[in-house]
């Protein structure tokens, strides 16, 4: 069974600075990860696919990278409207099709 | 624009039944997987269900299996899910979700998402 450990838990930030937000998975089964952001109250959208390709729509500040079982999504220059939650996500075979990570929370310091 | 619409949820006792809709629109839903997520609220997602672009093929989570049923109306655009047996634990914000056209068994994700249905079991 594969799992997504995400770090750190909460991230504190300013507008402006850059983000690092981590993804583990404890096995090398699945080759890429997507990346999702929710809002209070929102569903979550889809920032990321495929490691490191942006979904439509999402602004050239959100990058993902990585490979095996270690996947960042980085944005580089923190906006307001950034500060909520991130969680990462994987395909696979069993014992369910989709695993998510617990979430990064970035919140404004 | 694919718009996703989730309905169905409220509240219900243990050991009660239910069922969600998501009626699509926007794009070829006849062509597309669909899924079903979770969110106990202040949580994190859980996968739930999907069901293949022509309904043949269905998977479920353990949590779920042999309690919930996953279904579509190609004809209708329309996705269900069947919640019996309902537990307590089942509380949650239901949403469906689209995959994309091109999906492999390790490579997937969910590129559209409903605005959700919150389903509460309690007595």
């Known amino acids: 069974e594969i799992v997504l450990t995400q770090s750190p838990a909460t991230l504190s930030l300013s507008p402006g600075e850059r983000a690092t937000l981590s993804c583990r998975a404890s096995q090398s089964v699945s080759t890429s990860v997507a990346w999702y952001q929710q809002s209070p109250g929102r569903a979550p959208r889809l920032l990321i696919y495929d490691t490191s390709n942006r979904a439509t729509g999402i602004p050239a500040r959100f990058s993902g990278s990585g490979s095996g079982t270690d996947f960042t999504l980085t944005i580089s220059s923190l906006e307001p409207e950034d500060f909520v939650v991130y969680y990462c996500q994987q395909r696979n075979n069993w014992p369910r099709l989709y695993t998510f990570g617990q979430g990064t929370k970035l919140e404004i310091k | 624009e694919v718009q996703l619409l989730d309905s169905g949820g409220g509240l219900v006792q243990p050991g009660g039944s239910l069922r969600l809709s998501c009626a699509a629109s926007g794009f070829t839903f006849r062509s597309y997987a669909m899924s079903w997520v979770r969110q106990v609220p202040g949580k994190g997602l859980e996968w739930v269900s999907t069901?293949?672009?022509?309904?043949?093929?269905?998977y479920y989570a353990d949590s779920v299996k042999g309690r919930f049923t996953i279904s579509r109306d190609n004809s209708q655009s329309t996705m269900y899910l069947q919640m019996n047996s309902l537990r307590v634990e089942d509380t949650a914000v239901y949403y469906c979700?689209?995959?994309?056209?091109?999906?492999?068994?390790?490579?997937?994700?969910?590129?559209?998402w409903g605005q959700g249905t919150l389903v509460t079991v309690s007595s």
């Open positions: 979700a689209k995959e994309p056209i091109y999906c492999t068994t390790t490579t997937c994700y969910l590129d559209n």
């Open positions: 069901i293949r672009a022509d309904g043949g093929l269905t």
